[in-house]
Protein backbone atom coordinates (compact mmCIF):
# COMPACT_ATOMS: atom_id res chain seq x y z
CA UNK A 1 0.00 0.00 0.00
CA UNK A 2 1.25 3.55 -0.91
CA UNK A 3 2.56 4.82 1.98
CA UNK A 4 0.10 7.98 3.40
CA UNK A 5 2.93 10.41 3.72
CA UNK A 6 4.15 10.08 0.25
CA UNK A 7 0.73 11.17 -0.92
CA UNK A 8 0.53 14.38 1.45
CA UNK A 9 3.80 15.20 0.26
CA UNK A 10 3.18 15.13 -3.48
CA UNK A 11 0.02 14.13 -4.49
CA UNK A 12 -0.41 15.14 -8.03
CA UNK A 13 2.88 13.69 -8.57
CA UNK A 14 1.57 10.46 -6.91
CA UNK A 15 -1.26 10.57 -9.23
CA UNK A 16 0.95 11.10 -12.78
CA UNK A 17 2.52 7.55 -11.88
CA UNK A 18 -0.46 5.55 -11.03
CA UNK A 19 -1.68 7.29 -14.29
CA UNK A 20 1.39 5.41 -16.48
CA UNK A 21 -0.35 2.06 -14.83
CA UNK A 22 -3.68 2.61 -15.77
CA UNK A 23 -4.97 3.13 -11.80
CA UNK A 24 -6.66 6.55 -10.98
CA UNK A 25 -6.29 8.42 -7.93
CA UNK A 26 -8.99 10.58 -7.17
CA UNK A 27 -7.08 13.69 -5.80
CA UNK A 28 -10.37 15.80 -5.12
CA UNK A 29 -11.49 12.89 -3.03
CA UNK A 30 -8.37 12.23 -1.15
CA UNK A 31 -8.02 16.04 0.03
CA UNK A 32 -11.38 16.64 0.61
CA UNK A 33 -11.07 13.68 2.71
CA UNK A 34 -7.55 14.56 4.14
CA UNK A 35 -9.14 17.86 5.34
CA UNK A 36 -12.18 16.62 7.14
CA UNK A 37 -9.49 14.55 8.83
CA UNK A 38 -7.52 17.44 9.46
CA UNK A 39 -10.24 19.11 11.11
CA UNK A 40 -11.69 16.35 13.35
CA UNK A 41 -8.38 15.40 14.41
CA UNK A 42 -8.18 18.80 15.39
CA UNK A 43 -11.40 18.65 17.36
CA UNK A 44 -10.31 15.65 18.96
CA UNK A 45 -7.13 16.82 20.47
CA UNK A 46 -8.97 19.90 20.98
CA UNK A 47 -11.12 18.16 23.10
CA UNK A 48 -9.78 14.94 24.92
CA UNK A 49 -7.40 18.29 26.52
CA UNK A 50 -10.79 20.04 27.63
CA UNK A 51 -11.77 17.38 29.35
CA UNK A 52 -8.49 16.13 30.85
CA UNK A 53 -8.28 19.86 32.19
CA UNK A 54 -11.85 19.46 33.45
CA UNK A 55 -11.18 15.77 35.29
CA UNK A 56 -8.16 17.57 37.15
CA UNK A 57 -10.59 20.54 38.36
CA UNK A 58 -12.57 17.89 39.36
CA UNK A 59 -10.28 16.74 41.41
CA UNK A 60 -8.93 19.91 43.15
CA UNK A 61 -12.61 20.63 43.81
CA UNK A 62 -13.30 17.55 45.68
CA UNK A 63 -10.07 18.26 47.75
CA UNK A 64 -11.01 21.19 48.81
CA UNK A 65 -14.78 20.12 49.43
CA UNK A 66 -16.49 22.05 46.39
CA UNK A 67 -19.27 21.18 45.05
CA UNK A 68 -17.89 19.26 41.93
CA UNK A 69 -21.84 18.19 40.23
CA UNK A 70 -21.44 21.15 37.46
CA UNK A 71 -18.17 20.06 37.05
CA UNK A 72 -19.13 16.26 36.15
CA UNK A 73 -21.72 17.50 34.18
CA UNK A 74 -19.69 19.28 31.62
CA UNK A 75 -17.33 16.51 31.69
CA UNK A 76 -19.62 14.30 30.49
CA UNK A 77 -21.12 16.16 27.55
CA UNK A 78 -17.59 16.83 26.84
CA UNK A 79 -16.80 12.69 26.65
CA UNK A 80 -20.16 12.47 24.52
CA UNK A 81 -18.76 14.92 22.04
CA UNK A 82 -15.20 13.34 22.30
CA UNK A 83 -16.84 10.15 21.17
CA UNK A 84 -19.13 11.72 18.37
CA UNK A 85 -15.52 13.03 16.87
CA UNK A 86 -13.63 9.76 17.04
CA UNK A 87 -16.31 7.73 15.49
CA UNK A 88 -16.43 10.50 12.60
CA UNK A 89 -12.87 10.49 12.53
CA UNK A 90 -12.30 6.81 12.18
CA UNK A 91 -15.01 6.63 9.24
CA UNK A 92 -12.80 9.01 7.34
CA UNK A 93 -9.88 7.33 8.48
CA UNK A 94 -11.02 4.08 6.92
CA UNK A 95 -12.84 5.75 3.58
CA UNK A 96 -9.18 7.03 3.00
CA UNK A 97 -7.75 3.08 4.00
CA UNK A 98 -10.39 1.96 1.36
CA UNK A 99 -9.31 4.47 -0.72
CA UNK A 100 -5.54 3.56 -0.69
CA UNK A 101 -6.00 -0.53 -0.56
CA UNK A 102 -7.87 -0.01 -3.91
CA UNK A 103 -4.32 1.43 -5.80
CA UNK A 104 -1.31 -0.57 -6.85
CA UNK A 105 1.79 0.44 -5.77
CA UNK A 106 3.49 3.40 -7.88
CA UNK A 107 6.62 2.04 -10.08
CA UNK A 108 9.78 3.52 -9.91
CA UNK A 109 11.23 6.37 -11.86
CA UNK A 110 12.92 4.55 -14.45
CA UNK A 111 10.09 2.04 -14.99
CA UNK A 112 9.44 2.36 -19.43
CA UNK A 113 6.18 4.05 -20.13
CA UNK A 114 3.64 1.31 -21.81
CA UNK A 115 0.26 -0.22 -22.12
CA UNK A 116 1.34 -3.73 -22.37
CA UNK A 117 3.96 -6.72 -23.05
CA UNK A 118 5.27 -5.01 -26.33
CA UNK A 119 6.37 -1.64 -24.72
CA UNK A 120 8.76 -3.18 -22.35
CA UNK A 121 12.46 -2.95 -22.81
CA UNK A 122 14.56 -5.91 -23.53
CA UNK A 123 17.78 -5.99 -21.46
CA UNK A 124 19.29 -9.26 -22.01
CA UNK A 125 18.80 -12.17 -23.48
CA UNK A 126 20.41 -16.28 -24.03
CA UNK A 127 20.21 -18.13 -26.31
CA UNK A 128 17.56 -18.57 -29.02
CA UNK A 129 14.21 -19.89 -29.37
CA UNK A 130 14.19 -23.51 -30.78
CA UNK A 131 12.53 -23.68 -34.25
CA UNK A 132 10.37 -26.51 -35.14
CA UNK A 133 9.10 -27.88 -38.70
CA UNK A 134 6.08 -29.05 -37.78
CA UNK A 135 2.86 -27.65 -36.00
CA UNK A 136 3.50 -26.70 -32.30
CA UNK A 137 0.77 -27.95 -30.42
CA UNK A 138 0.01 -26.91 -26.36
CA UNK A 139 -0.14 -29.27 -23.37
CA UNK A 140 -4.02 -29.24 -23.38
CA UNK A 141 -3.35 -31.12 -26.65
CA UNK A 142 -0.66 -33.20 -26.33
CA UNK A 143 -2.34 -34.04 -23.38
CA UNK A 144 -5.49 -35.09 -24.26
CA UNK A 145 -3.94 -36.93 -27.36
CA UNK A 146 -1.96 -39.39 -24.91
CA UNK A 147 -4.85 -39.22 -22.90
CA UNK A 148 -2.92 -38.17 -19.51
CA UNK A 149 -5.20 -35.02 -19.05
CA UNK A 150 -9.08 -35.80 -18.57
CA UNK A 151 -10.68 -32.60 -18.61
CA UNK A 152 -14.15 -34.90 -19.35
CA UNK A 153 -14.35 -36.98 -15.97
CA UNK A 154 -12.71 -33.59 -13.82
CA UNK A 155 -15.74 -31.56 -15.19
CA UNK A 156 -18.39 -34.31 -14.35
CA UNK A 157 -16.93 -33.95 -10.28
CA UNK A 158 -16.31 -30.05 -10.07
CA UNK A 159 -17.20 -28.45 -13.19
CA UNK A 160 -14.93 -26.40 -15.87
CA UNK A 161 -11.27 -25.12 -15.97
CA UNK A 162 -10.42 -28.62 -13.82
CA UNK A 163 -8.69 -31.82 -15.06
CA UNK A 164 -7.47 -34.93 -13.69
CA UNK A 165 -3.85 -36.05 -14.81
CA UNK A 166 -3.30 -39.75 -15.27
CA UNK A 167 -0.39 -42.10 -14.70
CA UNK A 168 3.50 -40.61 -16.00
CA UNK A 169 1.38 -37.30 -16.13
CA UNK A 170 0.62 -37.32 -12.51
CA UNK A 171 3.81 -39.06 -11.45
CA UNK A 172 5.48 -36.24 -13.29
CA UNK A 173 3.63 -33.84 -11.22
CA UNK A 174 4.06 -35.02 -8.41
CA UNK A 175 8.17 -35.63 -9.16
CA UNK A 176 8.59 -31.64 -10.17
CA UNK A 177 6.76 -30.78 -6.86
CA UNK A 178 9.30 -32.78 -4.64
CA UNK A 179 12.31 -31.70 -6.89
CA UNK A 180 11.65 -28.41 -6.74
CA UNK A 181 10.78 -28.67 -2.51
CA UNK A 182 14.20 -31.13 -2.43
CA UNK A 183 16.39 -28.82 -4.50
CA UNK A 184 15.61 -25.62 -2.08
CA UNK A 185 15.55 -27.16 1.22
CA UNK A 186 18.92 -29.20 0.54
CA UNK A 187 21.34 -26.62 -2.03
CA UNK A 188 19.65 -23.32 -1.38
CA UNK A 189 19.20 -23.07 2.30
CA UNK A 190 15.31 -23.01 2.41
CA UNK A 191 13.22 -24.29 5.18
CA UNK A 192 10.15 -26.33 3.89
CA UNK A 193 6.50 -25.41 5.64
CA UNK A 194 3.40 -27.12 5.35
CA UNK A 195 0.95 -24.38 5.76
CA UNK A 196 -2.88 -24.02 6.30
CA UNK A 197 -4.68 -24.16 2.61
CA UNK A 198 -7.56 -21.44 4.12
CA UNK A 199 -6.59 -18.06 5.36
CA UNK A 200 -8.71 -15.16 7.28
CA UNK A 201 -9.37 -11.89 5.88
CA UNK A 202 -5.89 -10.05 7.42
CA UNK A 203 -3.52 -12.65 5.97
CA UNK A 204 -5.56 -11.94 2.48
CA UNK A 205 -5.25 -8.49 3.00
CA UNK A 206 -1.36 -8.45 3.95
CA UNK A 207 -0.40 -10.16 0.57
CA UNK A 208 -2.67 -7.86 -1.51
CA UNK A 209 -5.43 -10.70 -3.06
CA UNK A 210 -7.78 -8.10 -1.02
CA UNK A 211 -9.20 -5.94 -2.19
CA UNK A 212 -8.49 -6.31 -5.38
CA UNK A 213 -8.86 -10.36 -6.20
CA UNK A 214 -11.63 -10.41 -4.04
CA UNK A 215 -13.90 -11.84 -6.92
CA UNK A 216 -10.81 -14.73 -7.64
CA UNK A 217 -11.02 -16.14 -4.41
CA UNK A 218 -13.00 -19.67 -3.00
CA UNK A 219 -14.78 -17.62 -0.27
CA UNK A 220 -15.88 -20.08 2.81
CA UNK A 221 -19.55 -19.27 3.53
CA UNK A 222 -21.19 -18.33 6.93
CA UNK A 223 -19.56 -16.37 9.88
CA UNK A 224 -16.31 -17.28 8.93
CA UNK A 225 -13.86 -15.03 7.24
CA UNK A 226 -11.74 -17.62 5.25
CA UNK A 227 -10.83 -18.10 1.67
CA UNK A 228 -9.10 -20.57 -0.17
CA UNK A 229 -5.32 -19.73 -0.89
CA UNK A 230 -4.40 -18.45 -4.16
CA UNK A 231 -0.65 -19.33 -3.76
CA UNK A 232 1.36 -20.66 -0.58
CA UNK A 233 2.73 -16.78 -0.70
CA UNK A 234 -0.42 -16.00 1.41
CA UNK A 235 0.34 -18.11 4.13
CA UNK A 236 4.33 -17.98 4.27
CA UNK A 237 4.89 -14.05 3.55
CA UNK A 238 2.37 -13.53 6.66
CA UNK A 239 4.62 -16.24 9.03
CA UNK A 240 6.13 -12.96 9.94
CA UNK A 241 3.40 -10.82 10.17
CA UNK A 242 3.23 -7.87 12.95
CA UNK A 243 7.02 -9.72 13.94
CA UNK A 244 9.91 -7.37 13.66
CA UNK A 245 12.65 -9.58 12.58
CA UNK A 246 16.26 -8.39 13.32
CA UNK A 247 19.31 -8.58 10.96
CA UNK A 248 20.71 -11.67 11.62
CA UNK A 249 17.55 -13.45 10.61
CA UNK A 250 17.62 -12.51 7.44
CA UNK A 251 17.45 -13.24 4.67
CA UNK A 252 14.04 -15.18 5.86
CA UNK A 253 14.36 -18.53 3.26
CA UNK A 254 10.91 -20.67 3.31
CA UNK A 255 9.18 -22.44 0.78
CA UNK A 256 6.02 -24.80 0.54
CA UNK A 257 4.18 -26.69 -2.23
CA UNK A 258 0.64 -26.09 -1.68
CA UNK A 259 -2.50 -26.37 -4.11
CA UNK A 260 -3.61 -22.65 -5.80
CA UNK A 261 -7.10 -22.38 -6.09
CA UNK A 262 -8.39 -19.55 -7.89
CA UNK A 263 -11.54 -19.25 -9.86
Known amino acids: MIDLNIIRQDIQGVADKLAKRGATLDVAQFQALEAKR ?6 TQELQHARNSRSKSIGQAKAKGEDIAPLLAEVSGLGEQLKEKEDAL ?6 MQTMLASLPNVQADDVPDGKSEDDNLEISKWGEPRSFDFEVKDHVALGERQQRMDFETASKMSGARFVVLRGPLARLHRALALFMLDLHTTEHGYEELYVPLLANQETLFGTGQLPKFHEDLFNVDGDSNLSLISTSEVTL ?4 RDSILSIDELPLKITAHTPCFRS
Open 38 to 43: KTLQTD
Open 237 to 240: TNTV
Open 90 to 95: QLILDD
